[in-house]
């Protein structure tokens, strides 16, 4: 079931590229509109992770500060935060849970514009959005979220394409083929996992665009395959963590070519040379001469797509040499409902 | 000189709450001027994790929602995020960083006020601000960041209280004596530490306020003990994490009497039945039935200060029990640059 989820997303990306163009004009006419200036998403768990993505691509593209809501604020604390120039966006794969009903209520009894990105688009927080972004990628049964999650970024990079029509959109039809070629090269990516086959704790290093993607394969990683996986950007790294790392410590890592490559391939090479970390890299450039999974190159801001699914058929390996079944992770629920 | 820096704890926060009212009153004139409808701050590693108690407490106490900044858009990207509606606040110790400058800098150049706490009103990033609000809590020459990092959570908390004089701002003149309570248990909290000397990694859990204990405690855990902590919120948990969890696995929390204080309760008694992990709990309440450090009780919103002293206490305890030296973490400055 995992397995065929993570085969459907060439499919799912190429669907959402074709049908989803109106709903990404709304929810970007309303992102753009005069009077807004910033945005709140609220989310949880792998949704969250698409949220830190939103963080920089609406930053990027489209110069909105966006801000993870804090949604026990409104839940437990009873406050009803200002959101006064504010766009508020709910992210979830099934729309069900309370808390995030909570944030984006708050927004509409503010008079504030409502986006809702899910697969689920007659679900209780969906019946609350000015516009919904749906995903259309079919129901997704594994607790471990992999096809909700790229329909997620790319829904979220569709939106912020539509400032910018040409050149962004024809850059997103890229994609779709770059993950077919990852998927393709399953076999080498497991290769790569065998040797972290008895890991218990790893580091998951990430920056910029892919911030977001350090947090998602550590959430992977802890789902599927047990281990404790801790995200960090590379920049937060040398203020602490560093000094965690002794020799072999597992470190798994993206850097892709654009704005942070030299500062974060630099980071990557003091964290072997002083550190003698066991170090993978994810990473559209084989020349940096570290151990690295080849993704194909493409826009640097679309790159967590290809590089999460590279992340995912790792996981699933290691989950497999680890003897552990990615399928039914033990104490979680599909769903989880926070108030 | 780490021992001596946290004993200062007391006084320095006693100091600020005397001597620090008028810079908090111009702090809070700005945000809570009628043209401010959100808050940005720019931080990094201590600092983020105060700003982090700055997005509860400006979020509750000032109905103002917090975007913790993306550097990385304005050094790497140079994006220029629209600042409309926002105040822009600097959390830095030292002042120094080119990355949280730049976020500043963008603030001041759109007219935008700008807000600025830090432990060197004579730094680069003080500079800038409209606002500077000095932690007064005399030079900090260990790596491992600890009074000026509660002197910090003190002058946000100094700066919401002015919205509500007369109740908030004696409830700050409980603070020191809590804190120094807790220094006076010292010898208590080290030996609860004796019994997590063998660990590598840890998860430490926290929600709500103690969302910034949560990633300041395993902060100092990592600087300072060299165990891999991963910071979690107990409500994110349920979403994954959980299920990493084998028998005996260490896991620490805080846990304090108010909004969420049930919910947290609840997940950390399945933790310990369900999961049978190693549990130490933070708490204010002994009758939770579970394996605590007993901190005094004070208002919720301010009991991260205590908190992450028993924290402090715990973790340089731990540290001695594992033979590391917590004054000189192998590989870390005192302060990062980070571009």
Redesign the interface.
Known sequence: MLLSEMAEQPAVLAGLIEHGGADAVSASGLLCAPDI??V?IAA???S?NAARYA??VW??KL???????????HT???????????AVVGISQSGQSP?LIAVVESGRRQGRPTIVITNQPESPLASLADVVVSLRAGPERSV?ATKTYTATLMAIALIAAQSDRMAAISALGTVPDAVAEVLDAASRIGAAAEAFGPV??C?VLG??YH?ATSFEWA?KL??MA???A?PFST??F?????????RDFPVLAVAVRG??FD?TVEMLHRIRN??RAHLLVVTDDASIGLPSIEIPSIDEWLSPIPAIVAAQVFTEALARVRGVDPEQ????RKI?K??
């Not at 110069?63 to 604020?73: C, D, I």
């Open positions: 200036h910033h709140v949880r768990g792998t969250d963080k920089y930053g990027s110069g909105l500060p966006v801000t993870l809501a804090a949604p026990s604020l437990s604390h009873g406050t009803q935060p200002d959101h006064s120039g504010a808390d471990a218990r704790d580091v920056r910029g911030y959430l802890q789902e047990y281990v404790l801790h920049a937060d040398a203020h602490g963590p560093f000094a965690v790392l002794e704005a942070l500062g002083e550190r992770p033990r104490g979680l989880t926070t108030t």
